[in-house]
């Protein structure tokens, strides 16, 4: 029996994935086209949502899906018969049974300070380390979290370059096309980007689109006016346009075979599709989150040479020039600001899916930061209107007549050519204790924490953004206010955090300690490298190009997607089709609501379905009437109680109100797919949907708590030797060129200038 498990639990991993291929992004009928309506069947009842009461209302129909897209033989026999197109070792065809192993301590190296003069201080990621062990939510969630452990299988044969994870998945979800069938395509024509040859037949860039395909159907996805084949951005969202347009949601391999008209490709592209779809999703999140990001230096940089080494590398020294800034490489909160014999001055900032950062070394650290404020009236739509451009619904494209690609991508190619929002309710009336020294250790807990935070500076006259952000981010001087850095503070990434100095040098040339910590349960710190090569391509591609103050008010579903999560809760703020309860208000500016909450509510505006939040964190009970934690509790959970101005109540079952809500939350995949979509209506065949008669009144959209939010205390996902594993596979992996400026083939795109038209009438 021992044998067996493991084989049963990689067939499991695999069929969870190959779900996602067939699941509802591709095969549920557009939301403004129901299908006839079937009854539904009663779930079974559900540990996280509260239990029915004895005598349940009958819930309405739901239209069902259409049958899933399915492996054609067993899941396990289909993966060990194509594991050739993963380059396995003859020797590790097909996977090992994993022998029984004792629980044995973490090993010294994660969890003990190792270098003279360390101090489990320093070493801790933040003052609360302390509460990873337990808290309200650490024995809830232990006996599942034991169940998500991730197979070492799929980390060692892990073969994408992480940066392209998350445009993958923003391209598939606008344009309804599974994003594992992107990534296929990608690798066939490519091998992601690796091989930029012109194709025998004439075809280019990173999606190999035919230059008359690509004047169809070219897509300017970072809005930097051009649309650019040799762009990964735009090359992406170009190939999900064509196979939108060549029917993909109702023939997925008739859209596959319009893209390169042969039956061995359609084959080649399903076949590696499902394999990626087999990925464990916890190893595809945690890669998404880490993988988005700006470089920790402002300036030109280089790496400390690595020396012979016993043990894995735990931080990175990054070479610059004296009076270089240091930056925040991602939109977060800051954790620690302080000195020790280790790390020298230093800042800890941690982000939105709980990985840490550290800068250490510094010169000197920054004494006081810009911060954005909340987004006036005037920057979001008035009711019951939409932006034209991006954000209104575009006229479908006509079907391709001609393939996208054609041809073979051959190695002896000569290269391709050179290439106004609802004011927040007044506080609650109290009297607010103040503090002549609020930094004082006594008055810290007691309030003084909170009146520094608050305390706003004026800004000098003569002060430039660049004097506090590298680049532009996209607000004007009158959007920002100057406060001072403290821990707890929340930062958007470009923040100067600190300075380079000639303090500490190696060789001569000053430095900063970077170190990245991922969130959970004595995970050790891990190389920065690979990621910061990632950081680097994924700024080439302009992804993060500033737009401007109206960046809040403007952006495709697929940028939408791509936002950082402090722009999603300006968005979120500034959007006047989102209606949020004063408290929900003070979850969002507190940063306390998770990333995919803010971007499903950003989701549905731009999908022309305007939500009223009823409950976020704040106001929602600790736990369910099940005595189970709630998902509100962590910030990952949001109820919906009208669409468009219209209850949920009474307009629940087939082709109602709720059911194209529901519909169009199910075409969201990848790890922006939803744990929970709770109301009176239970969909076959979709898993993550539940019929619970207390949901009359509300839809419920919950997310699974990941390592790292809210608290930061639950093993899910990685194991820290894993991350170790993860972290040498990815410095294996060969990463791709990205071109920093236009190439040749590029052709220009009509600026986009939203302005307002009415919103059609609400269904």
Not at 180 to 185: G, P, R, S, Y
Not at 574 to 592: F, K, L
Not at 684 to 697: F, K, Q, Y
Request: glycine content about 10%; proline content about 11%; overall charge positive.
């Amino acid at each position: 029996m021992s044998s067996e498990r493991p084989t049963r639990r990689l067939a499991a991993a695999f069929v969870l994935g190959a779900g996602l291929i067939g699941g509802p992004a591709v095969v549920l009928a557009p939301a403004q086209e129901p299908a006839p309506p079937e009854a539904t069947t009663t779930p079974a009842p559900d540990p996280a949502t509260p239990a029915p009461p004895p005598a349940p209302p009958a819930p309405p129909a739901a239209p069902p899906p259409a049958a899933p897209w399915t492996p054609p033989v067993e899941p396990l026999d289909y993966l060990n018969d194509h594991l050739d197109d993963l380059d396995l070792p003859a020797e590790r065809r097909r996977p090992r049974a994993a022998k029984p192993k004792r629980e044995r301590k973490p090993a010294r190296a994660e969890t003990a300070p190792q270098r003279r003069g360390e101090t489990a201080a320093d070493d801790a990621p933040d003052p609360a380390a302390g509460e990873r062990s337990g808290g309200e939510l650490g024995g809830t969630l232990g006996a599942a979290s034991q169940a998500a452990q991730i197979p070492n299988f799929f980390i060692g044969q892990f073969r994408i370059p992480p940066f392209l994870l998350s445009i993958y998945q923003a391209a598939g979800i606008q344009y309804g096309v599974p994003w594992e069938v992107l990534a296929a395509i990608n690798e066939i024509e490519t091998d992601y980007g690796r091989n930029l040859n012109v194709s025998s037949a004439g075809a280019l860039g990173w999606m190999q689109f035919m230059p008359s395909s690509w004047q169809a159907y070219g897509v300017d996805a970072n809005e930097d006016g051009r649309k650019d084949p040799y762009n990964p951005v735009d090359a992406i969202f170009a190939a999900a346009r064509y196979l939108k347009a060549a029917g993909a949601e109702a023939d997925l391999s008739k859209a596959i075979f319009a893209y390169n008209h042969a039956d061995w490709y359609v084959d080649s592209v399903l076949r590696r599709a499902r394999l990626v779809a087999g990925l464990p999703s916890d190893l595809v999140g945690s890669l998404t989150g880490l993988a988005q990001g700006r470089s920790p230096v402002a300036g030109r940089a280089r790496y400390a040479k690595r020396a012979p080494r016993s043990t894995a590398r735990r931080g990175l020294r990054i070479l610059a020039q004296p009076g270089t800034p240091v930056v925040a490489v991602q939109d977060g909160e800051i954790v620690r600001v302080g000195h020790s014999p280790r790390l020298g001055r230093f800042v800890m900032l941690r982000d939105a899916y709980g990985n840490t950062y550290t800068y250490g070394h510094l010169a000197k650290t920054a004494r006081s930061v810009l911060v954005a404020k909340e987004p006036a009236g005037a920057q979001a739509p008035a009711p019951g209107a939409v932006a034209d451009g991006p954000l209104a619904t575009p006229l479908p494209d006509p079907a391709p007549s001609e393939p996208a690609s054609a041809g073979t991508n051959r190695t002896d190619d000569p290269p391709a050519p050179a290439p106004a929002a609802r004011a927040a309710p007044a506080a609650d009336l109290a009297k607010e204790r103040l503090f002549a020294n609020p930094a004082r250790p006594r008055s810290l807990p007691s309030g003084g924490r909170q009146q520094i935070l608050d305390a706003t500076f004026a800004l000098p006259a003569a002060a430039s953004l660049r004097s506090y952000f590298a680049g532009d981010v996209g607000l004007e001087r009158g959007q920002l206010e100057l406060k001072r850095l403290f821990p707890g503070r929340r930062v958007i990434a470009g923040t100067i955090l600190g300075r380079i100095g000639s303090g500490t040098t190696i060789a001569g040339a000053p430095h900063v300690l970077f170190e990245i910590r991922p969130p959970g349960i004595d995970v050790p710190r891990i190389d920065p490298e690979p990621f910061l090569d990632g950081w680097r391509l994924l700024e080439s591609t302009a992804i993060y190009r500033a737009k401007g103050p109206a960046a809040v008010a403007s952006g495709s579903i697929g940028q939408i997607l791509l936002m950082s999560k402090d722009t999603l809760s300006r968005r979120v703020l500034g959007d006047r089709a989102i209606e949020v309860y004063g408290c929900g208000r003070r979850d969002i500016q507190a940063g306390v609501i998770d990333r995919r909450v803010l971007a499903t509510l950003a989701f549905l505006s731009a999908s022309g379905l305007r939500p009223t939040v009823s409950s976020l964190r704040c106001g929602h009970s600790t736990h369910t009437s099940s005595g189970n934690v709630s998902q509100h509790t962590s910030g990952n959970g949001v109820d919906i109680s009208q669409i468009n101005g219209r209850p949920i109540l009474g307009n629940q079952g087939a082709g109602s109100l709720a059911d194209t809500t529901i519909r169009r939350l199910l075409t969201l995949q990848g790890t922006m797919a939803p744990d929970q979509i709770i109301s009176l209506m239970k969909y076959p065949g979709v898993a993550n949907t539940l019929a619970m008669s207390d949901h009359a009144d509300h839809i419920h959209v919950g997310f699974r708590p990941t390592a790292g939010a809210g608290h930061g205390m639950f093993r899910i996902g990685l194991r820290p030797k894993q991350w170790l594993r993860l972290v040498d596979r990815l410095g294996r992996i060969e990463n791709p060129a990205v071109r920093k400026s236009p190439s040749p083939h590029a052709i220009r795109a009509a600026p986009v200038r939203p302005s307002l038209r009415p919103r059609p009438p609400a269904p």
